[in-house]
């Protein structure tokens, strides 16, 4: 994702909600319990780290 994210010049991207993956602020613990806790995912955090903001359709 890093990649072709790099390759159209993307500066921002939205992605899903709580997803361990894509989550940013708060995602689900792992435990299909339903349970929230403060993090991002880890597609966000490596899009984070290389200066693309990353939001989620809750912020539309």
Do not use: H, W
């Not at 597609?43 to 809750?58: A, F, M, W």
């Amino acid at each position: 994702m890093l990649r072709v994210a790099k390759q159209i010049n993307c500066t921002e991207a939205i992605l899903k909600a709580n997803s361990p993956s894509c989550g940013s602020g708060k995602i689900y613990d792992g435990t299909f319990s339903g349970k929230l806790i403060d993090g991002d995912g880890v597609t966000t955090k490596l899009l984070k780290q290389n200066g693309i903001k990353v939001i989620t359709e809750n912020d539309l």
